[in-house]
């Protein structure tokens, strides 16, 4: 492991406040400001979701904001465990709870987003995420995860 240094301190409170951003921009439709917040290249698997996996920023952008376009959100992020893996790099674990509201349809769950990270122009953006879920109720019902 690494020595912790200034650097390290200064790229895990800017991974804080991207996925800040992720969790804001979501629940308040910024498309714009969602979109910001990943590489071009992004991978977004949200298969445990349940949800899409996309390829692509542009892609998973056009896919959220359908899926999303009449639902509220509200998503918080907890307890992150943030590895920085070099000046470019790094990756992450935050465990989840959300809430998703759509017509005739009502989700809540708890889980954790899986990412990457990378550093582009000095700023740090979520190349890969993965959710993965512990509990999910559809309408207030659990549901089988496995």
């Not at 307890?79 to 935050?94: F, N, Y």
């Not at 979520?126 to 019902?141: D, F, S, V, Y």
Request: contains cysteine; aromatic residues 8%.
């Amino acid at each position: 492991m690494s020595p912790v240094t200034n650097n390290t301190l200064l790229d895990v409170e800017a991974i804080h406040q991207l996925k800040a951003r992720y969790f804001r921009s979501m629940d308040t439709k910024d498309w714009d400001g969602l979109s910001a917040c990943f590489t071009k290249d992004l991978e977004a698997d949200f298969r445990e979701g349940p949800g899409m996996l996309a390829h692509g920023r542009d892609n998973y952008i056009e896919q959220i904001s359908a899926i999303l376009a009449d639902a509220t959100t509200i998503h918080h992020g907890h307890t992150p465990e943030i590895v920085i893996l070099d000046e470019s790099r790094a990756r992450g674990i935050w465990a989840m709870d959300d809430i998703v509201v759509l017509p005739g349809l009502q989700l809540q769950g708890w889980g954790h987003y899986h990412e990457c990270y990378r550093k582009e122009n000095d700023v740090w953006r979520i190349a890969k995420i993965r959710l993965t879920r512990l509990r999910l109720l559809q309408n207030g019902e659990a549901q089988n995860l496995s």
